[in-house]
């Protein structure tokens, strides 16, 4: 890349030479013959380049070390990655060639490229000094704009120093950075940072690991430098995998513990397996040289086989029985290596051990004893046997204290181990793997939890893990995968729920005594037909007396199996899970989630069809989702309108109960109300009115306030006698449910229809008592409707001025609230605008 910015800088001297050669007049026959020769030197460097990039010798002897070997990655991913736009299709080809074979014939690992990596080709230094001072003075004066020592000798510099005078931190600067240029500054000498603590910090800054929040990433970048390093990564794939066949030993070894590395990670393997890997994978393992070849080769096999239902199981099996046993010698390298090696010796090593532990002890470990002492059993074992079992610490701590890769490959290597026998299950709960397989549950990577879940799942054979494994808190993050993890999560962490639960809850009682939540939720998403169904009913008398309950029970993910046994369970199950969600629905958050996971159409649905108790729970339910009113639109979809109505009219007296006040909540709105009426739900509601309990009669007045904003429903209720029935019940209602009247005959005084069967009803006697006596609500509703009836004819305003409203409202309009004064005032108005004469 040096000489070709090189080259494009001969280019450019060599044009202005000829535009000065020709503003002269000394052009001659050789003039612009420099063209041809500078193309002809470019396509002789990129033959030679081509011939080049793909020989692992010629490349070797270029990159004898590993940092060599990883700057000419980064410099490679940089051009590939960061400027993909300045290169044509022949050199970005040579530049993918030659990332393969770095790859291939590399100990290294491919590094992701820092935000601040620059190739030296690219770095340019300006001439003049751009300040002066020592670092600390030049980067403040960076944040502030000007130096603070900048009219100083140096020996005041130094004077100041020494007497400890270093200026006050910049407002703009952060307590992080300027942490580290007060301990570069030190007075004392001697305490000054040291320079490798130094360009740690300054690269742990560039990487933005700060402890303040670092700025907001740009999306548009983050995804075009995510789909750069997919390429890069599908070039890889794809490279190795056309090529390895071809290769010697060596850089087959090196190549497929490349393809280990990159297919870890689920989404890449569906590249590989778009690259006939099976087969080739297949071959390797059958006739490689190199067992750590085969090994590689066995690991993906085995991801096909067991996570991506690539391969039959039964192939992979006999796949893994050719490939010979690890001598004890390997296993002792592998495992020193997981204990002193670098962290890139610690992960290649982490890889092995993972591929071993794929191809499993071969029986090695059948005959240790469990039983016999700590001490007698590892003297009893043989350097093979002790080898093995010698793995699972360093594995363990990898997995506390490495990095993300080591992480991931040694949770992977524990699952496979985990699979072998007791053995080795005791060893890793001795080693206490169960608490950072739980932490990676819980906070790490989609590839960490699958694997932390699998390496559980096993474990949870052996006995007495399973409740520690509860006891460490793993069903809470379990809930969560089961909701929002891939599709491979989900199962894995299915089948785990079920080795945890399900042993530890045999007997109806042992659920009846769990106070805990998630185990309960598990039970209700895994147990059998009687576990769910004991876990559903512990959940709806959790949730009766306490209501924290419905928050906690959305946490974990228990609204989306509850609504499931809406859909598949047994008449028992659907009764406690709609029992349940009633309850639950009453939290605002809860009623959302019970309408996203389609609990809507399920509660529908059981209160038209199901079992008294099931409609009970089902319409209840009803009721609480419907004051949102997106679920309340949702409801009227799902053709709940009917149901409701039908509930009402023939429903138990609790099931009307319910009814009524879904009914009510869902007649706020306008559409909705024109379809209540339209499913006859007018009459039983005037019905109610009349006949209902105290709850009913309330709700049913609601459902009428709200439903007679509309012009076409009002004349319905008033054609069928609504009105009548309002103002018989407001003359011995309750102080709250005359209020509610009171706001009902306000809206149907609206129109002259109204008001003309108001006062046919005899209602301006009443209405006249509750402004004389009422509530300060009832007395303002009141007005309003008078105020309203007072707009119709002659005859009206002359009943009203008998009944005495006139100084009523004169009272009220010096008296009262705002809004009273400004309705009484409109009121007398209006009954000024008539042929009475107020005095």
């Known amino acids: 890349m040096k000489h070709q910015a090189m080259m494009e800088e001969l280019r450019v001297i060599n044009e202005k030479t000829d535009v000065v050669v020709r503003a002269l007049g000394l052009t001659s026959a050789d003039t612009g013959k420099w063209k041809k020769q500078y193309e002809d030197d470019q396509r002789i460097h990129r033959e030679l380049l081509a011939s080049s990039v793909d020989n692992a010798q010629e490349v070797l002897a270029e990159l004898q070390d590993a940092r060599s070997q990883q700057e000419t990655m980064l410099t490679l991913k940089y051009e590939v990655e960061l400027r993909p736009e300045q290169q044509d299709a022949e050199m970005t080809k040579l530049l993918r060639t030659m990332m393969a074979t770095v790859i291939r014939t590399s100990t290294t690992s491919v590094p992701k490229l820092p935000p601040w990596f620059l190739p030296p080709y690219e770095i340019r230094f300006d001439p003049k000094p751009f300040a002066r001072g020592s670092f600390a003075t030049v980067h403040r004066g960076a944040v502030i704009g000007e130096p603070p020592f900048a009219l100083l000798d140096d020996d005041s510099v130094h004077e100041k120093l020494r007497n400890g005078e270093i200026p006050e931190k910049p407002e703009k600067m952060s307590a992080e950075v300027w942490e580290l240029v007060a301990a570069m500054t030190n007075v004392d000498p001697t305490k000054r940072i040291s320079l490798s603590r130094v360009l740690k910090t300054l690269k742990d800054f560039a990487d933005g690991n700060l402890r303040s929040p670092p700025q907001a990433a740009n999306p548009a970048s983050e995804l075009t430098e995510n789909a750069n390093l997919a390429l890069v990564d599908t070039e890889i794939i794809v490279g190795i995998l056309d090529n390895v066949s071809a290769m010697d030993d060596q850089a087959k070894e090196q190549s497929m513990l490349q393809l280990v590395r990159i297919c870890v990670e689920d989404e890449e393997r569906p590249v590989m397996y778009e690259a006939d890997a099976i087969q080739i ?37 006999s796949l893994r029985d050719s490939v010979p046993e690890i001598p004890a010698k390997e296993l002792a390298f592998v495992v020193n290596a997981l204990t002193n ?125 399973s409740q520690k494994i509860v006891q460490m808190g793993a069903i809470s993050p379990l809930l969560g995968l089961v909701r929002i993890g891939t599709t491979q999560q989900k199962q894995t962490t299915t089948d785990l729920l079920g080795s945890l639960v399900l042993p530890n809850y045999p007997n109806r009682p042992d659920i009846e005594c769990e106070t805990s939540i998630p185990p309960l939720v598990a039970l209700i998403l895994v147990g059998s037909a009687e576990q769910k169904e004991t876990a559903a009913g512990v959940l709806v008398d959790l949730a009766q007396h306490d209501y924290e309950t419905p928050s906690e029970i959305a946490r974990v993910g228990g ?174 209602g309750t102080d709250e449910l005359n209020e509610k009247i009171a706001g009902a005959l306000g809206n149907f005084a609206n129109s002259d229809e109204g008001r003309t069967e108001i006062a046919r009803e005899g209602g301006i006697a009443p209405l006249v008592a509750l402004l004389r006596a009422g509530s300060e609500q009832q007395k303002g509703y009141a007005t309003d409707t008078i105020r309203n009836l007072a707009k119709s004819n002659d005859k009206i305003r002359a009943e009203l001025v008998r009944e005495g409203t006139v100084p009523l409202l004169k009272n009220l309009s010096r008296s009262g609230s705002e809004r009273q004064k400004e309705s009484a005032a409109r009121a007398l108005q209006q009954l000024n605008g008539g042929c009475c004469i107020l005095m």
């Not at 393992?285 to 039959?312: I, M």
């Not at 997995?399 to 699952?415: S, V, W, Y």
Request: with cysteine.
């Open 281 to 317: 994978l297949t071959n390797l393992v059958k006739s490689g040289r190199n067992n750590y070849t085969k090994l590689y080769a066995l690991q993906c096999l085995k991801w096909a086989a067991v996570v991506d239902a690539k391969l039959p199981k039964l192939a992979f099996d």
């Open 341 to 465: 090696g670098t962290d890139q010796e610690k992960e290649d090593a982490a890889v092995r051990c993972a591929c071993i532990a794929t191809r499993g002890t071969g029986g090695l470990l059948r005959e240790v004893a469990l039983l016999q002492p700590l001490v007698a059993l590892w003297q009893s074992m043989s350097e093979a046997q002790k080898l093995w079992i010698g793995m699972v610490q360093p594995l363990v701590s990898l997995m506390r204290n490495g990095n993300d890769a080591h992480k991931l490959l040694a949770a992977e290597a524990i699952g496979s181990l985990a699979t072998e026998n007791e053995a080795i299950r005791a060893e890793i709960v001795r080693a206490d793997a169960i608490t950072p397989l739980v932490d990676l549950l819980r906070v790490g990577s989609n590839g960490q939890k699958q694997r932390a879940s699998h390496a559980l799942k096993n474990l949870a054979l052996q006995i007495g893990v």
């Open 559 to 732: 609204i989306a199996p509850l609504v499931g046994l809406l859909a598949t369970g047994t008449n028992a199950q659907k009764g406690y899970a709609a029992s349940a969600l009633m309850k639950l629905s009453s939290n605002v958050e809860v009623s959302v989630e019970i309408s996203h996971e389609g609990g809507v159409a399920l509660l529908v649905d059981l209160a038209r069809k199901g079992n008294d108790q099931q409609k009970t729970s089902a319409v209840g339910a009803l009721a609480n989702l419907a004051f949102n009113d997106s679920i309340g639109a949702e409801i009227a979809r799902c053709k709940g309108v009917g149901a409701l109505v039908v509930l009402m009219r023939t429903g138990t007296e609790q099931q009307k109960d319910f009814a009524v006040d879904a009914l009510q909540n869902l007649a706020v709105s306008d559409e909705i109300g024109a379809e209540i009426a339209r499913e006859g739900g007018i009459e039983p509601l005037i019905k109610l009115i009349r006949l209902g309990t105290d709850q009913q009669k309330e709700g049913a007045v609601g459902a009428l306030a709200n439903l007679s904003i509309n012009d076409a429903v009002r004349s319905e209720i008033l054609s069928k006698g609504g009105v009548a029935a309002l103002l018989e019940l407001l003359r011995m």
